[in-house]
């Protein structure tokens, strides 16, 4: 493989990225949108975690075969589909009213846009070498905070100009556009592809997987981590409305400031252990020493209860999302790196699973801590702490990480 990318490449990678902030900018606009639509149909914490949490439980389940799903019918297809899905469910929330109107379209939303995650590492794996892959990973992870900044900057000003319906249509909406765009781009046959597929004719035979030590090291870290970031999606607009008196019209910049640092710590999370490889560094030091640098970064988050003052409580919110999509994006490269191209939509997919699962339980524990009283004290300290507790568990499960296709390596050139 070339070590330039071609512009194909480049364009592939262009519209992954956009995928995925598309994703993004789908889920997140319940979140911008709970103050507003809670004053209008009356719902309590519990019935808007019910409804959160009816996506993650969807999604998580997905996650089971859609991994499976990527890995057999190929990226051109199998993302198309799943974007086309995602869109039209998220177009069907402005035509629901109800609680349970609200868990079913959230809950087809999660089941089609549980295809992103795989896709994406997918994509990662499929058209660049090791070497640059931790990169790729990096800019394509930049993709859900850059929704998330859109969607905040956007949502809340389009719905109080047009109505919160005209949101979900116009996000949706540009989705179908998408999909488009993709199959004109992405060739038919494309050999890269079909390399990445070779293999791909037999199932990879799950109970293998669940034998396997590294798949067990994807699943902590994800659960692990991805629980806190399922959490702050869900709940950290509430949480300035909550403790500092926010309107559905103010809330948008000190959210999108959070995940503008969101997306400079994935960045930093691709060209860390890239740099650090570049200089010699073997790969398991340069992702394990990548990933306690973000874990390490993350412990100040549960001071944010004890500020009063909204800004303060942006650059903690905004170093732990740094920190986290750092460590999220260590986690990709990991994956993509210890298994070979034919099994990574299988393990990020098993590996997201978990994560979503632990996503809902940190979701339904936010609705209860809070109805009870609570607030978000418990669970900014669990926060604080997991991801040390995750790399723990991967360092005790593969003391040694190594890659599955040595044959494919080469030294990382010198970043510039």
């Not at 389009?158 to 993709?182: C, D, H, K, M, Y």
């Not at 000190?254 to 650090?276: D, E, F, H, K, S």
């Amino acid at each position: 493989m070339s070590e330039r990318v071609s512009g194909r490449r480049w364009a592939i990678v262009l519209l992954a990225f956009t995928a995925i902030m598309l994703n993004y900018v789908d889920r997140q606009i319940l979140a911008l949108l709970k103050p507003m639509l809670q004053a209008e149909y009356g719902w309590t914490d519990r019935e808007y975690s019910h409804m959160a949490s009816a996506f993650q439980f969807c999604a998580a389940v997905a996650y089971l075969g859609t991994g499976w799903f990527i890995d057999r019918v190929g990226l051109r297809l199998g993302f198309a589909i799943g974007v086309a899905v995602w869109s039209l469910a998220g177009m069907a929330h402005a035509f629901v009213s109800s609680v349970m109107g609200f868990i079913g379209v959230r809950a087809v939303l999660g089941v089609a846009e549980s295809i992103g995650t795989p896709a994406h590492v997918k994509t990662a794996g499929t058209y660049f070498p090791p070497e640059q892959r931790s990169l790729m990973l990096g800019i394509g992870n930049m993709a859900s905070n850059f929704g998330a900044v859109v969607a905040t900057l956007t949502i809340p000003a389009l719905a109080l100009w047009l109505g919160w319906q005209a949101a979900f249509l116009i996000a949706g909406g540009l989705g179908l556009i998408w999909v488009v765009i993709w199959l004109l781009v992405v060739p038919k046959n494309d050999r890269r592809e079909m390399a990445a597929k070779a293999g791909s004719t037999e199932s990879v035979p799950w109970s293998a997987m669940l034998r396997d030590r590294r798949q067990w090291a994807v699943v902590a870290a994800k659960a692990l981590s991805d629980q806190c970031w399922w959490f702050m999606l869900f709940f950290m607009p509430d949480l300035f409305h909550r403790m500092f008196g926010l309107s559905q019209g103010q809330l948008g910049v000190p959210i999108a400031a959070i995940y503008a640092l969101a997306a400079l710590g994935a960045l930093t999370g691709g060209i860390l252990p890239t740099w650090l490889m570049s200089r010699g560094v073997d790969m398991n030091r340069a992702r394990k020493g990548s990933m306690l640098v973000y874990a390490l970064l993350i412990l100040p988050v549960p001071a944010v209860v004890l500020t009063a003052n909204p800004w303060a409580a942006v650059a903690l919110l905004g170093l732990g999302l740094f920190a986290h999509q750092g460590f999220s994006t260590n986690v990709f490269g990991m994956t993509a790196d210890i298994f070979p191209a034919r099994m990574i939509g299988t393990a990020i997919g098993i590996g997201a699973f978990a994560g979503s699962m632990a996503g809902m339980a940190m979701i339904e524990g936010a609705g209860f801590s809070l109805d009870s009283g609570y607030g978000y004290t418990p669970l900014l300290i669990l926060c604080g702490g997991s991801y040390l507790v995750g790399l723990l568990l991967v360092q005790l499960l593969v003391p040694q990480l190594t890659l599955a296709e040595p044959g494919t390596a080469r030294q990382a050139p010198p970043l510039h």
